[in-house]
C-alpha cells in the first residue's frame, strides 16, 4: 500500500514537503520515485532515489529545487520542495522501483493514489 500526503495550495516561489509511506515490501531493498502529472499528459519521472540513497536522480526541471530523501526505518520516502512554480502544479505520485535495478526513474509501479500540489501566481 502507497500512502502519499502533504500536497496543497501555495504561492509562487513557497515550499512544501511531500511523504509517501510504503508497506508490503522490504521497503529498504527498492529505489523510491516521485512522478508528476498534469491533466492531458503521461507521468513525467521528477526525482528518484535508489535503496541505500546514494543516488538520486532530478528532472532538469526541478534540479535545485527540490530534494529527495528516504527513512527506512519509517518506511518513508519525501519530497522536499522549494522555490517552488506554477508549472510544478500537477498531481504527485509516489512509487517503489524494481529491486536491485535504478536507472533514473525507470521501471517503477506500485502507485498511490496521489497528492495534488497547486502553485498561485
Known amino acids: 500500500q502507497v500512502v502519499e500526503s502533504g500536497g496543497g495550495l501555495v504561492q509562487d516561489g513557497g515550499s512544501l514537503r511531500l511523504s509517501c509511506t510504503i508497506s508490503g515490501l522490504r521497503f529498504g531493498d527498492y529505489p523510491m520515485g516521485w512522478f508528476r502529472q498534469v491533466p492531458g499528459k503521461g507521468r513525467e519521472g521528477i526525482s528518484c532515489i535508489n535503496w541505500n540513497g546514494w543516488s538520486t536522480y532530478y528532472a532538469d526541471s526541478v534540479k535545485g529545487r527540490f530534494t529527495i530523501s528516504r527513512d527506512d526505518a519509517k518506511n518513508t520516502v519525501y519530497l522536499q520542495m522549494n522555490s517552488l512554480k506554477p508549472e510544478d502544479t500537477g498531481m504527485y505520485y509516489c512509487?517503489?522501483?524494481?529491486?536491485?535495478?535504478?536507472?533514473?526513474?525507470?521501471?517503477?509501479?506500485?502507485w498511490g493514489q496521489g497528492t495534488q500540489v497547486t502553485v498561485s501566481s
Open positions: 512509487a517503489a522501483g524494481s529491486r536491485g535495478y535504478f536507472h533514473e526513474c525507470v521501471g517503477f509501479d506500485n
